[in-house]
């Protein structure tokens, strides 16, 4: 059975506020006269007043001896009764003619009248999409809501979604199995049995997560994906069933061991081991695509390291030439005629090696002059060639763009794998190239001046251009998820469009293309002029004689005597509570826990399951771990149990949706609004030391050390509304959206801080289309062109800021 505090199942708070007893249990004039119409009697008056009020806020009509003594209290009150009139006991033929006049003052059905076929319709067809049973009551609640049919007891709506839950289910479970072949079965099979001298069974490798970037991984994880492809051909069986319950059979079984998968029935088994296979391989494409870009990052790497030793190398000779340059115009300078100059010079020459070793000397430098290290990159790409065409060959990669150059010379590459000739003797459409590659793979021959294309550095070129069109989406990952085609998850124009104008109402923007403009001018002519207007009062920002703005470093205000003894007054106050203490009561005030379960959506087999969620929270918290967790919390719980409630009871979802009832019970509370209205959050990372074995951990140059990075969006009501693992190293500022667009908590902010990570010209304009206003702190900000809001602007010399102001935009 579901619970039911893990459903929108209407329920009695158990201690009502003043307001919320205001808003939902006054009865209306109206009301008062419906009642007053049908009885007499005030205990009576009172009774039919509750019923009514309560049915309003429940939707259900609750046992009179289950309604909270408050808001009893309050609806007589509301009525003016005296305190001594209490609720009258009704028999059943007066309760159920209540009942009837209620629905028919509210104007809503019994769910005798039609309710079942009503909410076995949406339970049917939300069981296709979705698997948990809270989830799918809730969907029963919302249509029967919306409907105007009363709600059932929540035992008649858990038995309704249980049973359609498990039609469904069954249907998928023997449609997949009717596609399965004898051997594919016995494949499946297998993968539960351990093998005579192993420790464990084939399911535990299909689980296996990938480890850190390196060759030999890479390697492994081909292999892996190979193994995938040959146990069974997931695409057909699994074909008509939406990938959310693909998920969902995928997780419980990637939550079970095989002795626990065994017992269930042939059916289900098959399916969810299908269906485990399935995001086996759609996660390992993904694994692969990220790994193969992190190892070309580390080739371009190894080639900015050679670079550097060939410049300390060459330092010497740099020198040594100069030198002798300094010698030649010495001599240039002290000699008048040119044969003996001349006769001077090719002995210095001589003396310093002679004219080949000169020569050889400065062609050395000048190839390592620059700034270009491809050239270098071949020695490090060649022991990881063969990896790199085997993963071609194993990916199924497609462009997004109209653009193929990219595809078609991935495939020139894989019909030449074997060629040992140094130059292309194909054309090649090198659209996909940049300058710097174009230059350093064309070479002119020295008779006709052809250009020819360098076979090895061509192929680097490649795969270098495959890993950044991988990370932009210009190239997807067919099967995978994070490399898939974007395009598939957007809307067709002819969809958006209608929607445009009420979506730019919504964000306040114009919805044509000059309104936009227009409007984009006018705001930065106003801020333009608004700024210039207030120069004189602003102490931080002073405008030198050249034009250059200077921001003056803020000052840190002093705390005051009051704010001081404010601090004292509180720390004095304030009890000293255990970190357990006070999970145990946010637990009480959100029930945060109801959220945690088993994955098929049923109560908890487990002994004292809230305690043990809050210590299980507290475990993986604060970073101990179960066996140190249970070593000090000395014999309470096993390490055991904390793990196995973190792996079977607990993922990712379920904690945003417990963190998001905190949240929410944060936001009401009457202190954060003191310092501030929760429409503003700072985003920044903090970096941690990761498990080393796995790919998101990377070097932190920064701070040293491999890990990962921590990127929190905190409200200014002092909440953290989202956080987020992201790898090191890369731009913060493309995870800036995300934070704001996946937090569903009643804290909604639409203007974000952050430092330096955060600017980015692409988030500034995705940003202005969503209707956030995303402020972080500029990076060299006064070495920027600062625009005229447009070319028709005028300055004066009245204007301060008139100097700093270029060309319009």
């Not at 944060?666 to 429409?679: T, V």
Request: one cysteine or more; hydrophobic letters at 40%; aromatic letters at 8%.
């Amino acid at each position: 059975m579901a619970s039911i505090e893990r459903t929108a199942y209407p329920q009695f708070k158990r201690n009502p506020v003043v307001r919320e007893l205001v808003a939902a249990y006054t009865p209306t004039d109206a009301e008062v006269a419906f009642v007053a119409e049908y009885t007499r009697q005030p205990a009576h008056r009172l009774t039919l007043t509750i019923l009514l009020k309560t049915f309003q806020r429940l939707g259900y009509f609750p046992v009179l001896d289950e309604v909270p003594p408050a808001v009893v209290r309050h609806i007589r009150s509301a009525l003016k009764l005296r305190v001594q009139v209490k609720p009258a006991n009704l028999a059943n033929a007066s309760r159920y003619r209540y009942y009837r006049r209620i629905r028919q003052f509210l104007q809503v059905r019994a769910y005798s009248d039609g309710g079942l076929k009503i909410a076995a319709r949406a339970v049917y067809e939300a069981a296709a999409v979705m698997d948990n049973p809270a989830d799918l009551i809730n969907v029963a609640i919302e249509q029967l809501v919306r409907d105007r049919v009363e709600l059932p007891a929540f035992s008649t709506l858990d038995r309704l979604t249980r049973r359609i839950r498990s039609l469904v289910n069954g249907h998928y479970f023997a449609q997949i199995e009717a596609r399965l072949t004898i051997d594919e079965k016995q494949r499946l099979e297998g993968l539960l049995h351990v093998e005579q001298g192993r420790q464990k069974s084939p399911l535990h490798a299909i689980k296996r997560l990938p480890k850190r970037s390196s060759l030999q991984h890479f390697q492994e994880l081909i292999d892996h994906i190979a193994e995938l492809g040959e146990l069974v051909g997931s695409e057909v069986h699994l074909a008509g069933i939406r990938e959310v319950k693909r998920k969902h059979f995928a997780a419980e079984a990637r939550a079970l061991d095989a002795s626990e998968l065994r017992k269930f029935r042939p059916g289900k088994r098959y399916a969810v081991l299908v269906c485990l296979i399935h995001r086996a391989r759609v996660q390992t494409r993904d694994d692969l695509a990220e790994m193969f870009i992190k190892r070309m990052g580390n080739i371009h790497n190894r080639g900015r390291e050679e670079l550097e030793r060939l410049r300390a190398r060459y330092r010497e000779k740099t020198e040594a030439i100069v030198a002798t340059m300094s010698d030649v115009v010495r001599v240039l300078d002290h000699h008048r005629g040119d044969t003996e100059a001349g006769r001077e010079i090719r002995r210095l020459v001589n003396a310093h090696g002679g004219v080949q070793t000169l020569q050889a000397d400065c062609n050395a430098i000048a190839a390592h002059s620059g700034d270009n290290h491809l050239p270098l990159l071949w020695p490090f790409y060649k022991s990881h060639r063969s990896t790199i065409l085997r993963m071609v060959r194993r990916l199924d990669l497609a462009s997004t763009t109209e653009d193929r150059s990219l595809i078609d010379a991935i495939e020139l590459i894989l019909t030449q794998e074997r060629s040992r000739s140094h130059w292309l003797d194909e054309a090649v459409d090198l659209a996909f190239t940049t300058q710097l590659w174009r230059k350093t793979i064309v070479h002119r021959t020295e008779v006709g001046g052809e250009e020819r294309i360098h076979r090895r550095l061509f192929e680097v070129c490649v795969f270098s251009s495959l890993a950044n069109e991988l990370k932009s989406g210009d190239v997807a990952v067919r099967g995978s998820e994070t490399y898939a085609d974007y395009r598939e998850q957007l809307l067709p124009w002819e969809q958006c469009e209608p929607l445009l104008e009420d979506y730019c109402k919504q964000v306040g923007l114009p919805a044509t293309a000059v309104g936009f403009v227009n409007a984009l001018q006018s705001r930065l002519t106003q801020v333009a002029e608004l700024t210039d207007q207030g120069y004189l009062e602003n102490g931080q920002v002073v405008i030198g004689e050249d034009g250059i703005p200077v921001l003056k470093r803020s000052k840190a205000k002093e705390m005051s005597c009051g704010a001081r003894a404010l601090e004292t007054a509180v720390l004095d106050r304030m009890r000293e509570r255990s970190v357990i203490e006070i999970l145990c009561d946010v637990a009480h005030w959100t029930r945060w826990p109801r959220h945690f379960g088993p994955l098929s959506g049923s109560d908890a087999k487990i002994e004292q399951p809230t305690e043990r969620y809050v210590l299980t929270a507290f475990t993986y918290g604060c970073n101990l771990g179960p066996a140190q967790a249970a070593r000090h919390l000395r014999g309470a719980v096993s390490a055991h149990m904390l793990s196995f409630v973190n792996r079977r009871h607990v993922d990712a979802n379920k904690l945003a949706a417990a963190c998001r009832d905190i949240i929410n019970s944060y936001a009401g509370l009457q202190l954060p609004k003191c310092w501030g209205d929760g429409k503003s959050a700072a985003a920044d990372g903090t970096k941690y030391d990761l498990y080393d074995q796995n790919l998101l951990a990377s070097y932190h140059i920064r701070y040293g050390g491999y890990g990962g990075i921590a990127y929190h969006h905190v409200s200014d009501t002092y909440v953290a509304l989202f956080s987020h693992f992201i790898p090191c190293g890369v731009w913060e500022a493309v995870y800036i959206i995300d934070g704001l667009l996946k937090n569903t908590s009643d804290i909604q902010p639409d203007t974000v801080h952050a430092d330096t990570q955060g600017q980015s010209l692409p988030v500034f304009g995705l940003s202005h289309l969503l209707g956030i206003q995303l402020m972080p702190r500029i990076r060299n900000w006064c070495e920027y062109k600062f625009f005229r809001p447009m070319r028709t602007f005028v300055t004066n010399t009245s204007m301060h800021c008139s100097g700093t102001l270029s060309t319009g935009i």
